[in-house]
């Protein structure tokens, strides 16, 4: 279904290509469907994100559904419910292991092992191929691609691993996004040129960006650091963020009846383009990867929701620098002219207006941000930093094989599917450029 | 264009500095005392008398002067008023926490200060008081280990109730500092009581001059023009052995001394228990020849300890009026002393950098030279329509492309290094970047270390070369497909050149542009991508060191590391910019 035939492509091609549609996505959407390499990608793309959404329920020690005692259970979904804190278990879920449990009737995930159960009969690297212990009575299944030294289930680590990828791919690109459609919109907007602003405004944005600083950085210092210390780092940048919008918001309010002062209304241009490339340049000369590891070895208490932030906000420039380019040709257009002419706020004509338009190049550098987001992550769990010593990945699965040189399915397995997914984002982002390539277009 | 190379340039002042701060601020947040791990970790905490607790400290604050760190951090800070200005002073870190911490949760500085200070003093007198009962003396030492670390309200008040229920039982030997620690009470009751929140609020700059850590870290505190007088140095470094030579002989002396009084002795008793023995006269004789001989012990004694006193005397007066230098700062290359085993950071960079470069410039070399062609070569199959070889090309290169080497590097070592899948796989050795022991073996010839070398490093310099030459190979493809478009090629091509002529002349020499610029990202990307190679195969280059240095908390060599790091990316981005400027007529330097 996922991986359709030649004669089938084409005919969605056509479909595509005949179709009423001559906006600009359907004209990129068709180029893109002609590259049949990134179709296959975006499709295994689908796949992979499909293994991750439910890994829970394909490698689980826990069954979908069981009867006990004559009772019925979803454990599955018990646990999300367990998880939120909303219920608890039974006592008799918790003293006997979900395996071992004399079930009247279950139905277990196809993988019946989470990524951290240990099997003790087939701990000390148990082949695929190979001989594997099964205790009468439980309900343990083939350990499908072998166990490594404490008995976990290498496929379970893998399903669970995939999750972990996405997830690091998907929220640190997300974030990379963010801040670079920021300074990439402002500065292409607005150029060395555009910007002018009061006097009073720039004072007072100036003004309260330090005392937001100081503010949270040195009044709320320790809550900060406790707050990220102890693992909640969203909390903690929710704080920084919630002083920083505060402050800066109060300082345009003040704004609006200081500019009547005659001095202070007094416009001067900001060469914000300038700033903010210095600013890139000063980025992309910090080698990203040596920094990421001494930032995230500084980190008390690993989490792989460390690694996620720090990834997306070193890898934003590149995002930053395409939408530069894009909306310093567009502003030049006439549609930004009349949309000016009509009065719009200057946020407006970005947001609805440039930006859309701005948005086709950003998806390639998205599509490669992820390659490497996920690379990242690989490596750093590869070499044993960053990441929790309990969280199992790709990266600390194929790291275990320099362990046990035997243990093949250890080197092979993870490190496949890294390269698969890296390669399936590669892929998509090359199909993306070719379909957004002017000059390839007939 | 030399206005633009030289602007360029100027750039790179302001952007070093920038990087160079931003390293100090991590290198200031990392986690430990760096102080405590020079020591080795062991703190004499609340053992001793007031001697051991003093010497302690000294031992501590002598530490903590070698490593720069009794300095203000940066030349100014942005703070808020309540925070005293020489909160640095206070030489022990957890103690500098603890302050900060209570300061932030009461904004009180002065009463803080005077909590702490009141603390410190029932330490030393509890130090001082010999005969207390043992249990009650081990409540008191926990109890003020532990409040020189807590800032949390409810656990400070549970020690320090703990401590007064316990003074109040009878004879325990503590009476003397029941007092005290009643005022200690009352001042952090008083603390408590009288918080200045708002000061938190009240944002201060505060400057604290050229003498600072970061200062020291970066232009170091040698005199730049003169050079050091180190005459001093090296007469204290005398007096300092003559002194360690001098204690052992009065250490001997003593022990000799109180040898023969306990000889003295037991003869005492014997004489004493005997009374008219056979022969008490010869007794006597040994008696006396140990008096005497004990008295000369003792005149000896007294002379070395007299020169001792003269010696550390001098020791002590030159010393004092002698500058004491930390560091000759980075930009004279001095990187300081790696934290694990003091060894010069300059030292151990410079070993793992030799087994770096080799591998990369092998791994940089190979990569161009293989890619440059391979790269036009499959531009022209694309354009001649081959379509077979160009398809099989390109998909080749993008999957090696894609590859992690890390994931390649692994495979090669587990199925290539051992015979454990078949004894005709055992083709390289597992681990290392040489075997021989050169310096053992000096008859080996140069030829046999090269292919010991070479023997090992065949993997890892694959390893680290198939993603960037797959890498410039696409470039290179793609930059020359893209010139050929062009309307100048075009143009040669109607001028009647040969089709050879239009290419390598033409085409070549235009499409090499990003080529150029690659070469930036080239030294960053060698020294990072060399971490999981070095590490698989165990070779003592930078990648492993950087490594070895994070997981070992060694702060000096991590951060040195990415300083260089740092410095490289943008020595090669200047590069890149430059030859670009160079060989791109229609670049514009505005």
Known sequence: MFFLNKKRTDIITQSIEYSEDKGYWSIVRKQFYKNRLAVWSLHIFYVILFVAISADFIANERPIYCELDGESHFPIFHQYLVDLGLETWDEKFVSTKWLEQAYDYAIFPPITYSATTRDAKNNKFKSPFGVQNFEEGTNRGWHYLGTERIGQDVAAGMIHGTRTAMLVGLVAMSIATLIGLFFGAISGYFGDDRLKVSRIRIFLNILGFILAIFFAFITNGYIIADLIGNGNLLSGIAVILAWLIGLLVLANLLTIPLKKIPVFSKKVTVALDVIVMRFIEIVNSIPLLILILAIVAIVEKPSVLFVMVIIGAVSWTGIAKFIRAELLRIRRLEYIEAAQAFGYSEFRIIWRHALPNALAPVLIAIAFGVASAILTEAFLSFIGVGIPDDQVTWGSLLKLSRDKFSAWWLAIFPGFAIFITVTIFNLIGEGLTEALDPRLRE | ?590
């Open chain 2, 1 to 590: 264009m030399f206005q633009y190379i030289i602007k360029r340039i100027l750039i790179f002042i302001p952007t070093f500095f920038v990087i160079s701060l931003l390293i100090f601020g991590l290198s200031k947040m990392a986690p430990g005392d760096p102080v405590l791990v020079v020591m080795g970790g062991n703190d004499s905490e609340g053992v001793g008398q007031r001697s051991d607790l003093l010497n302690g400290e000294k031992a501590y604050a002598q530490v903590a002067e070698r490593l720069g760190l009794d300095k203000p951090a940066f030349y100014f800070v942005f703070t808020s008023a309540a925070y005293p200005a020489n909160l640095y002073e206070i030489s022990k870190q957890n103690h500098r926490e603890t302050i900060s911490r209570l300061i932030d949760a009461y904004g009180n500085a002065a009463a803080v200060m005077d909590y702490y200070n009141t603390l410190k003093n029932v330490y030393y007198k509890t130090a001082d008081i010999e005969n207390a009962r043992h249990s009650i003396e081990g409540t008191a030492r926990n109890c003020m280990n532990d409040l020189f670390n807590e800032y949390e309200d409810g656990v400070i008040m549970f020690k320090l109730n703990l401590l007064k229920d316990s003074l109040a039982t009878p004879d325990n030997g503590l009476e003397a500092i029941q007092g005290d620690w009643n005022d200690l009470i009352e001042k952090y009751q008083y603390l408590k009581d009288n918080p200045t929140k708002t000061e938190l609020y009240l944002p201060t700059i505060r400057s604290y001059g050229i003498n600072t850590q970061y200062h020291t870290w970066m232009f170091g505190d040698y005199p730049w023009f003169s050079s050091v007088d180190s005459s001093s140095h090296y007469r204290i470094e005398a007096l300092s052995l003559e002194i360690i030579d001098l204690v052992p002989q009065k250490r001997s002396l003593n022990n000799s001394i109180s040898k023969l009084r306990g000889r003295n002795y037991t003869i005492q008793e014997e004489l004493d228990r005997v009374g008219t023995n056979a022969s008490p006269d010869s007794l006597r004789q040994v008696l006396a020849s140990n008096e005497v001989q004990i008295e000369e012990y003792l005149s000896n004694q007294k002379t070395i300890q007299v020169s001792i006193n003269t010696l550390s005397a001098e020791r002590d007066s030159l010393s004092s009026n002698l500058t004491r230098y930390t560091s000759k700062g980075f930009l004279r290359g001095d990187f300081g002393l790696s934290y694990i085993d003091r060894k010069e950071v300059s030292l151990k960079l410079k070993d793992a950098l030799y087994w770096t470069l080799v591998m990369n410039f092998f791994a940089i070399l190979i990569s161009y030279l293989i890619s440059i062609p391979l790269g036009v070569k499959s531009a022209l199959w694309k354009l001649k329509g081959r379509k077979l070889i160009d398809s099989i090309n390109t998909a080749f290169l993008f999957i090696l492309y894609s590859l992690p080497n890390f994931w390649i590097g692994t495979i090669l070592l587990v199925f290539f290094t051992t015979a454990e899948y078949s004894e005709m796989l055992d083709w390289f050795p597992t681990s290392g970047a040489q075997d021989l022991d050169f310096a053992a073996h000096p008859d080996t010839t140069l030829w046999m270390k090269f292919l010991d070398i070479a023997h090992h490093l065949i993997l890892p310099i694959f390893c680290m070369t198939y993603g960037s030459f797959a890498y410039l190979s696409r470039q290179m493809r793609g930059s020359m497909l893209g010139v050929i478009r062009q309307d100048y090629i075009r143009t040669a091509r109607a001028k009647g050149l040969s089709e050879r002529k239009v290419i390598w002349k033409h085409a070549f020499r235009n499409s090499l542009f990003p080529i150029i610029t690659l070469f930036s990202s080239i030294f960053p990307r060698a020294l990072s991508g060399s971490i999981a190679i070095e590490l698989i195969y165990a070779i003592p280059g930078m990648g492993q060191l950087a490594l070895m240095s994070i997981t070992s908390r060694d702060w000096p060599v991590v951060f040195t590391i990415v300083m260089f790091a740092a410095i490289l990316t943008m020595i090669g981005n200047l590069i890149a910019d430059i030859l670009y400027a160079i060989v791109d007529p229609r670049v514009s330097f505005k």
